[in-house]
Each structure stands twice: as structure tokens, then as C-alpha cells.
């Protein structure tokens, strides 16, 4: 590629930019800092065919073993700042949510307090429609601006197809900004929340180790009776199981911890014996919740859709 931008790197080792810490090497690799590089290099991308994927905190992200093809991105610089505009807070798509949150309730605005328990950019969280502890992304979110190999287009929540866990974001679109609309309160008072969910947080989840966040998405199957997906892992004898270096956690089933030298193939395995297990004994077939950048296969389907192992996925 002899018209290959100065910026983008050959070979670039994904699994440092990820909490689980496993994964290969990004084919090409760039940090845009401002959305008309964003822009240049989506449209470079496209112009010679490259499949292109967004690393943001890697707090919920699995790279494959044998790395990534084509361009892998990562929003540095103006395209992480966060910015107080009255009751607004204007950021970009590479800023971390809980650092937003917190900038948020040091000036007294609240409204977006559960941002600090999702651990992953705003970028990401608007992608996955992230929510926790009750509170919502589109409550708050006002407009992102989404940046394509055609350009930037600034949408509103309702053009972005939300749904439990997922938007309607294409994969060659990226989050380069967004806005949230919040309200005044007293910062003590926000602060003190931030606090309290901070703590449940580290209550209930691990967290100082080699992590992502929730494996599999809360499944909407009757006959989980309401249980979430770590409730039910529990239940089928998944805490604390291993598999080579990947160990569902002793503290939280629905969490994976790297042990030392977990392989993104280890973790895949672990979460198919999961699925296994929580299949034979509730009957319920486990969506995941983690994200994953390369050629990542969840090893329970087979060509045709059909689930492998011994029980049928009722979604497919």
C-alpha cells in the first residue's frame, strides 16, 4: 500500500489495549486525534478495501488469537476531551464514560451518575447501549456525531436503532463525538451517588485483575425465571472453572479473568463450556455480551446457524 497514511502503524499489538489482555496484532493501525483525520483514514480505508474496527477502553473485547485484518483504530486526543457547555457535556467518542460521569458531577450536573459503572468509552457505550443500575444512555444522550467513509452525520437517539445491548451503528461507522443533555443539582449530592455506586460496583464485581466486563448478555428465555446470566452460570456450576488460562471469577460467574496467560482461544472455550452448562441445566441457550475484533467464532454455531453441543439456540 504505497499511499498507506504516515500514521498508521504496521502490526500494532492489540491485546495491551484490552483488560482481559489477550489477542493478537492489528494488521494496520492508527490513533485519529481529530475527526478530519477520522474521516481521511475511513475514507482511505474504504478506498482500498480495508475492513475496519475501534478499540476503545477494551474494557469489553476479545481480539483473536492470530491478530486483526485491516484497519483497527483507536480515538486519541480532541476526539477524548470532555467539555462543560452549561448543563451540557460535550465529548468525544474516545473519552472514557467514568471519567465523563465524574466531570459531570464536579460541576453538579446529574443524570448520567451510572456512567461510572460501565468501564468503556462513550463511543462504545453508545454503540452497545450500554446501561447499569438503572439508568439509560438515550435518557440523557442529545445527539453523536457518526463519522463513515462518506463523511459525518450527527444523529439523535432515536436514528440510532437502540435495542438491549446493541445500535443500529454499522461496522464501518465510528462515534466521534457525542452530547448529553443533564440537569443541575448539588455536586456534593452527585458525588455522594457516584460513591455509593462505585462501592456496589466493587462489591459485586472483580475488579484490580485481568477482566472484561459482563460475559453474556441477561437472557429475556422464560424459563431463566427472571435469573440473570451470572445467577444462573453460578447455578450450573460455572464459578471459578477453567479453562488453560481463563477462569470464570470466584466472585461474579458472568466475569472472566485472564489468569496470566489466557489465550482469546481459552476464553472461548470457557465460555462454551459455560454455555454448556447453563443449557443442559436450564435449557437456556446465553448470548454474548462481549465484543470481539479479528476472526473470533463462538464454536456453538455451525455453519447453518445450528447450535453445536447438544441443545438448540431458540434465537437463531
Same mark, same amino acid.
Given at each position: ?12 499489538? @492489540? ?15 492508527? =490513533? ?15 478506498? $482500498? ?25 483507536? @480515538?486519541?486526543? $480532541? ?73 459525518? $452525520? ?14 443500529? @451503528? ?23 451517588? @457516584? ?5 456496589? =460496583? ?78 443442559? =441445566? ?29 441443545? =438448540?439456540?431458540?434465537?437463531?
Amino acid at each position: 500500500m504505497p499511499d498507506r497514511p504516515p500514521e498508521v502503524q504496521r502490526g500494532y499489538p @492489540l491485546a495491551r489495549l484490552t483488560t482481559i489482555r489477550a489477542g493478537g496484532a492489528a494488521e494496520l493501525f492508527a =490513533r485519529p486525534a481529530t475527526v478530519g483525520e477520522l474521516e481521511r483514514l475511513l475514507a482511505w480505508a474504504a478506498a $482500498e478495501g480495508l475492513q475496519v474496527g475501534v478499540v476503545g477502553s477494551g474494557s469489553n473485547l476479545l481480539i483473536a488469537d492470530a491478530g486483526v485484518r485491516g484497519l483497527v483504530l483507536k @480515538l486519541d486526543k $480532541e476526539l477524548s476531551k470532555i467539555e462543560l457547555d452549561g448543563t451540557r457535556v460535550n465529548c468525544g467518542g474516545g473519552a472514557r464514560l467514568p471519567a465523563v460521569s465524574a466531570r459531570a458531577a464536579q460541576a453538579g450536573l446529574e443524570g448520567l451518575e451510572f456512567g461510572v459503572n460501565i468501564p468503556g468509552t462513550v463511543g462504545g457505550a453508545v454503540r452497545m447501549n450500554a446501561n447499569a443500575y438503572g439508568g439509560e444512555l438515550a435518557r440523557v444522550l442529545e445527539w453523536v456525531d457518526v463519522v463513515s467513509a462518506s463523511g459525518t $452525520e450527527r444523529r439523535t437517539p432515536d436514528r440510532l436503532g437502540f435495542s438491549y445491548r446493541a445500535s443500529g @451503528l454499522g461496522p464501518g461507522e465510528v462515534v466521534a463525538r457525542a452530547s448529553f443533555g443533564l440537569q443541575r443539582s448539588e455536586p456534593g449530592k452527585v458525588k455522594a451517588t @457516584l460513591a455509593d455506586m462505585r462501592a456496589r =460496583r466493587k462489591a459485586a464485581q472483580p475488579s484490580g485483575i485481568k477482566t472484561f466486563g459482563s460475559t453474556f448478555k441477561n437472557p429475556s428465555d422464560p424459563r431463566a425465571e427472571g435469573l440473570s446470566a451470572g445467577q444462573l452460570l453460578d447455578a450450573a456450576g460455572a464459578r471459578g472453572l477453567r479453562v488453560g488460562g481463563a477462569s470464570f471469577s470466584e466472585k461474579h460467574a458472568n466475569f472472566i479473568v485472564n489468569e496470566g496467560d489466557a489465550t482469546t482461544a481459552d476464553v472461548i472455550a470457557l465460555m462454551a463450556e459455560g454455555r454448556r452448562l447453563v443449557g443442559d =441445566r436450564f435449557g437456556v441457550a446465553l448470548e454474548p455480551e462481549v465484543q470481539t475484533l479479528g476472526d473470533v467464532r463462538w464454536p456453538w454455531i455451525g455453519p447453518v446457524g445450528a447450535a453445536v453441543g447438544g441443545h =438448540r439456540d431458540p434465537k437463531r
